[in-house]
């Protein structure tokens, strides 16, 4: 059995986390250090829907861009043995919750201050768009206990690199370099 497939079946590390907190960065480190891919289902979601996801908001509304994140997620979960890196308000979902049962789940936990500085303030986020802090606060007030509940670990990223995210990533799931 490989570093990146631990438990048998299903992903080697899901990453969950509030918007700014680097999962997509701290994946792409982690794929790279245990021999595999990184999936984002924000990509996925962006290439399903052939459009970037603010303009799914706009568009189509966020009831069709929640459709398509289940959709994206369920995929990502049972068909990627490599890294996946979640939407911020994926956990929102209780099938999603329920996807994520025993599978070697991290909260990267990030501090608002830190959050808005990785994001910026004008960046495309749309539930960040008016009054971005109070929104982030508004955010893990609401997804916080989600996101502890679906995590075997949680690692905060205050003072760190990607890199030493990363490190405490695999050593919160006693995982080792490929």
């Given at each position: ?10 992903p ?94 991290v ?48 690692v ?23």
């Amino acid at each position: 059995m490989s570093a990146a497939e631990p438990h048998g079946t299903g992903p080697a590390v899901v990453l969950v986390g509030p918007p700014g907190a680097g999962k997509t960065t701290v994946g792409t480190v982690l794929a790279r250090r245990l021999g595999t891919t990184l999936r984002d289902t924000d990509a996925d979601i962006e290439a399903a829907a052939g459009k970037p996801i603010p303009d799914i908001f706009v568009e189509d509304g966020e009831p069709r861009f929640r459709e398509l994140e289940r959709e994206a997620v369920r995929a990502a979960l049972t068909g990627h043995d490599g890294v996946v890196s979640l939407g911020g308000g994926a956990v929102m979902d209780g099938g999603t919750r329920a996807l994520l049962t025993g599978l070697p789940v991290v909260f990267l936990d990030v501090s608002l201050a830190d959050a808005v500085r990785r994001v910026g303030l004008d960046a495309p986020r749309p539930l960040l768009a008016v009054n971005p802090r109070q929104q982030w606060r508004t955010l893990m007030e609401q997804r916080r206990p989600l996101y502890t509940e679906v995590a075997r670990t949680t690692v905060t990223t205050a003072g760190r690199d990607p890199e030493e995210v990363a490190q405490a990533v695999l050593d919160s799931l006693d995982l080792k370099d490929a």
